[in-house]
């Protein structure tokens, strides 16, 4: 919900493009989402080397061997929250702030956690450059959640974990979605869990393959 300067935007048509034809082409149909994608300035999120190739179909590197998810990716699990514009959001591995963001683009309250300082340091100020003032960001372990701000309507953790962190669920409100994927290191399935009247469901998306969520309920560093 920020205002951003995008007249003389370089990468403008680099952006449409790929909001066209990895998003649209690809089933993502939640305008909310789109529009998001097609806002935000990725580009100012990588390092400046690899500006002209934000907009490209795959991840990136973002510095201590982490990296900024596909924008397919990034868009896929942001659709999954279902979110409508209410929601307190908690997203786990900020690694660049480009997925806070988004999220900021469609929630009012954004909280995201970084393992790594200097990632979390650069997301801020970067962040705070696109005038992202509803994003909260702290350095701690993810898989604990952030129980002093449970609970939220959406969690999404952007790092593969080998079972969905209890303390996770644990801080999902009433009808909550929490996205995640789990797997083994290689190879992991993106998990859709909603706290429903019922008790939780749970939704299998599909595969994918996310660097380490490392944490007291993740891997071991
Ligand atoms: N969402 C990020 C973005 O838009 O750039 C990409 C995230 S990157 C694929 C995964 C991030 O999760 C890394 O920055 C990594 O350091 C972080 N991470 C891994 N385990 C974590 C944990 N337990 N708590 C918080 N962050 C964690």
């Not at 514009?85 to 999220?103: M, P, R």
């Not at 593969?160 to 009433?174: G, R, S, T, V, W």
């Not at 909550?176 to 998990?191: A, E, H, K, N």
Request: aromatic content about 8%.
């Amino acid at each position: 919900m920020a205002a951003q300067k995008t007249t003389g935007d370089p990468l403008a048509a680099a952006r449409e493009r790929m909001v066209q034809t990895q998003l649209v082409a690809r089933g993502i149909r939640d305008p909310k989402v789109l529009y998001a994608m097609g806002k935000v300035l990725r580009h100012l999120f990588v390092e400046e080397a690899l500006r002209n190739q934000a907009y490209g179909d795959f991840p990136l590197p973002i510095g201590e061997q982490q990296t900024i998810s596909q924008p397919y990716m990034v868009a896929f699990m942001t659709e999954a929250l279902e979110l409508l514009g209410t929601e307190k959001v908690l997203e786990i591995g900020t690694g660049c702030g480009y997925q806070a963001a988004i999220l900021a683009e469609l929630a009012p309250q954004v909280f995201s956690i970084e393992r790594i300082h200097s990632l979390a340091a650069r997301a801020r100020r970067t962040l705070e450059s696109l005038r992202y003032f509803n994003v909260n960001i702290k350095v701690g372990d993810g898989t604990l959640g952030w129980p002093e701000e449970a609970p939220f309507d959406g969690i999404m953790v952007t790092a593969a974990a080998p079972a969905i962190p209890k303390p996770l669920l644990d801080q999902l409100a009433p009808r909550g979605r929490l996205v995640i994927p789990v797997g083994d290191r290689y190879s992991q399935t993106l998990m859709v869990a909603r706290q429903t009247p019922e008790g939780l469901k749970y939704d299998y998306r599909g595969g994918c393959r996310f660097v380490k969520l490392i944490g007291s309920y993740g891997w071991e560093e």
